[in-house]
């Protein structure tokens, strides 16, 4: 066999530069199987910065139906075309707390609690104009409520007209049972603001439309959709929702829930 392919090589001038063409191939698939498995762990690091590097952000626009626009929640969905999905309604109360001793500066520690007659949630929240620092990260934050089983980052970006946005950045912990006794550390020295609200939620997709009857009597109406922390994001909602309501005539309101819900006075 060995002849007989010496004698063929012989005879065809080109079998050498073949033969280097086949161990160039050979090497040049070497390298790049070496390359491709690298590849998708490549892929996956990628991912991951990426992801890490944009977070979640609600964008929400709210406003009271006494100002303009629709009156509930389910003429909201009426007014952007969509159809009503999950509903709910749960009883909210907001308490003013001492502030842990960990509170980074400029953020602003917020109590909730929120029940639908079945399943009680308390919600400690950060919230702050800045982002939160780097250290410590989710995972290794001290939560001030016994055994949350959900906390989060997020940015919350409002619109308060079609170009102009308010954001501000939060941190918080949620604390679910179906124990109706369930109540908010004494070591946060929780002091009720006598303002009980109800809130009725219509889901449609990914978009949510809330209801608040505030304390006071007064109507609010917010619509909101959690997304990522781009502009592209910032751009959908402002078209697909802030816009369509915006020509239902709204008048954006610039004060969050829990200051509005959180103070029977105002």
Not at 31 to 36: C, D, H, P, V
Not at 40 to 65: C, K
Not at 111 to 127: A, S
Not at 148 to 165: G, H, I, L, Y
Request: proline share 8%; hydrophobic share 35%; charged share 20%.
């Amino acid at each position: 066999m060995t002849q007989i392919l010496t004698q063929s090589a012989a005879r065809n001038p080109f079998t050498p530069l073949v033969s280097q063409n086949m161990a160039a191939s050979v090497s040049w698939a070497a390298m790049i199987s070496k390359r491709l498995y690298f590849l998708p762990i490549l892929l996956t690091l990628w991912a991951g910065t990426a992801l890490a590097a944009t977070p979640r952000a609600e964008y929400s626009v709210r406003w009271s139906p006494t100002q303009g626009g629709p009156d509930s929640a389910s003429s909201t969905l009426h007014a952007l075309g969509l159809h009503p999905g999950e509903r709910s309604r749960h009883e909210v109360q907001y308490f003013e707390i001492v502030a842990p001793a960990d509170v980074p500066a400029g953020f602003k520690p917020i109590m909730r609690k929120r029940t639908d007659g079945t399943d009680t949630q308390l919600t400690y929240k950060l919230r702050g104009a800045d982002p939160l620092p780097a250290s410590p990260r989710l995972a290794q934050w001290q939560c001030p409520l016994p055994s949350p089983n959900k906390r989060k980052d997020e940015a919350d970006v409002t619109f308060m007209a079609a170009d102009s946005v308010r954001k501000v950045y939060s941190r918080s912990c949620t604390y679910g049972t179906r124990d109706k006794t369930a109540s908010v550390p004494a070591a946060l020295q929780p002091r009720s603001t006598g303002c009980i609200s109800t809130m009725t939620r219509i889901e449609s997709g990914k978009l949510k439309v809330e209801q608040w009857q505030m304390a006071d009597g007064s109507t609010l109406l917010e619509a909101s959709r959690i997304d990522r922390d781009t502009p592209a994001a910032l751009q959908r909602f402002r078209d697909e929702v802030v816009i369509q309501l915006l020509k239902q005539h709204i008048v954006p309101v610039d004060r969050s829930k829990s200051s509005i819900g959180g103070d029977c006075t105002r």
